[in-house]
């Protein structure tokens, strides 16, 4: 399982714009932001896919949605709404191969995607 740019964020050896952290999971600003509020929920463990989640990553992935669910509230989009997304692959659109949930929000999206 190769290393990603995100292994570097999490052992603070790439910076990044941190908004939440503990023991299992880093939250931090998007650096290619495609909303005023773009933020990426990981867990430190590296799984590179949605493909390669276990049933025992259940509470990985319920956590991270958890967590982005308390970052849009501290930031006041939770009454407007957002969009929450996991990439996958190519066709995905996945460019860092260690799961991550984007946070969009500060904007209305379109339905359905382009
Ligand atoms: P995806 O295309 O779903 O794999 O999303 C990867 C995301 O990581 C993209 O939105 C990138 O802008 C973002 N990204 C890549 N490198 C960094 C970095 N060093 N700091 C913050 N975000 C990054």
């Known amino acids: 399982m190769e290393k990603t740019i995100?292994?570097?964020i999490i052992a603070k050896k790439v910076p990044s714009d941190i908004i939440y952290e503990d023991d299992n999971?880093?939250?931090f600003k998007d650096i290619n932001p495609q909303a005023p509020i773009h933020i990426l929920i990981i867990p430190k463990k590296r799984i590179p896919t949605i493909n390669d989640?276990?049933?025992s990553d259940r509470d990985?992935?319920?956590?991270m949605v958890l967590i982005a669910k308390d970052i849009a509230k501290s930031l006041s989009i939770n009454e407007d709404?957002?969009?929450l997304v996991f990439n996958?692959?190519?066709d995905g659109?996945?460019?860092?191969?260690?799961i991550h949930l984007h946070l969009l929000g500060?904007?209305?999206f379109s339905w359905p995607p382009g």
Not at 60 to 63: A, F
Not at 93 to 98: A, E, N
């Open 25 to 27: 999971y880093l939250a």
């Open 81 to 83: 709404g957002y969009r």
């Open 106 to 108: 500060g904007r209305s």
């Open 60 to 63: 990985i992935i319920g956590g």
């Open 93 to 98: 659109g996945q460019t860092v191969y260690h």
């Open 53 to 55: 989640l276990n049933d």
């Open 88 to 90: 996958c692959n190519n």
């Open 6 to 8: 995100f292994d570097k």
